[in-house]
């Protein structure tokens, strides 16, 4: 059990640990406004993919009880309006939309009659994608252990952990889930420009959890397997296209085609609410360009010449290729993704169906 939660539902209120300031400052955050929720994912007050899929989804409850309307269809076109504002707060991450999605169609029942009953429908599946996110990344973990062997060397770029989720994290969540069942673990910890969740997060919840790690900045992980034994690299991911290939932070590309030239496998944890289906490829996922700020100052400290032109994408795509494994938690997806993925998917809606 951690000592932080990243999202916490709290009576009549969302808490939100505010990521960009850790690990310096330990602040929560109280929201009883959805606008305000969009702007916190928007700000990466609260970051990774499932964890911002989870908040967009309690941020839904918050628009049920902002009208203080006994008209069931004024509450409805405020959740409407709060669907539209939640999906424009980040554009690459799937299960911000998958969310959003999974509670607007719960709530379109043509027999809910009354608001009350609206806001419980709504509050009720908000609380079971949160608690599903802890369940899928627990299994996730477990999937994977058969992968790692007893003495474990690995490299894991972003922050995938507990911060990123509702709890325990997916690639980090793997990680943690090794080092519970006693493996040998040590991690190579991208430090991953320009926001740093690597050297700042993902260290953080491994110096709690007690396990071995050191930050390497992103640009060391060649020199580090050219002379080193690395088992395996871990990464999370944003959106994986029905072909296999898969948006993650920046940097994750470069990664994978370093894993490839030194023959280290290079997996991908993914829950299923990740996978998008309707997407064929990596080129049609819409990568978030962020500000030009985030990579000309380093913490208010301008350290590039004046009115330098730069690019900021938030993301990259990492080609099908690339990727020996995506481990959901219905299984591990191996090539040809086209039909592993497919049937990862339909597992998790056939166990869904029959909860
Ligand atoms: O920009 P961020 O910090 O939201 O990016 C996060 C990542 O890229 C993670 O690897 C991904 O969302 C998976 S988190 C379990």
């Not at 409805?76 to 554009?91: F, I, M, Q, V, Y």
């Not at 926001?195 to 959890?209: P, V």
């Amino acid at each position: 059990m951690n000592s932080y939660r990243s999202i916490e539902w709290k009576k009549d209120r969302l808490v939100l640990l505010d990521q960009r300031r850790l690990p310096a400052e330990i602040i929560y955050i109280e929201l009883r406004r959805y606008e305000d929720v969009a702007e916190a994912i928007k700000s990466m007050v609260v970051r990774g993919a499932p964890a911002i899929g989870a908040t967009a989804a309690y941020g839904l409850v918050l628009a049920t009880h902002q009208m203080d309307s006994e008209d069931i269809s004024i509450v409805r076109s405020e959740l409407e309006k709060a669907a539209d504002l939640l999906r424009s707060s980040r554009p690459t991450a799937v299960n911000l939309f998958w969310a959003i999605d999974r509670v607007m169609r719960k709530s379109a029942d043509p027999l809910i009659k009354s608001v009350d009953s609206l806001q419980e429908v709504v509050f009720n599946e908000a609380t079971a994608i949160a608690l599903e996110d802890v369940e899928t990344n627990r299994q996730i973990g477990l999937n994977a252990l058969d992968l790692i062997p007893e003495k474990v060397i690995f490299i894991h770029h972003c922050n995938t952990g507990a911060l990123a989720t509702v709890d325990h994290g997916t690639a980090l969540g793997i990680i943690r889930t090794a080092y519970e069942h006693r493996r040998d673990v040590f991690v190579y910890v991208d430090e991953t420009r320009p926001r740093l969740q690597g050297a700042r997060l993902t260290s953080w919840e491994l110096k709690q959890l007690g396990i071995k790690h050191k930050v390497i900045v992103d640009g060391a992980s060649g020199f580090i397997m050219a002379n080193e034994k690395v088992d395996l690299v871990t990464v999370g991911c944003d959106r994986v296209a029905k072909n296999g290939d898969t948006a993650n932070k920046i940097g994750t590309y470069n990664l994978a085609i370093v894993a490839r030239a030194h023959e280290v496998p290079f997996y991908v944890a993914a829950p299923t609410s990740t996978i998008d289906l309707s997407i064929f490829s990596g080129n049609l996922i819409k990568i978030e360009e962020r500000s030009s700020q985030e990579i000309t100052h380093i913490q208010g400290q301008q350290i590039t010449p004046d009115n330098i032109e730069v690019t900021n994408p938030a993301f990259d795509i990492t080609p099908a290729e690339y990727i020996t494994g995506i481990i959901t938690e219905m299984g591990i997806a191996y090539p040809p993704y086209e039909e592993s993925l497919n049937k990862m998917v339909d597992l998790a809606e056939k166990k869904r169906i029959n909860k």
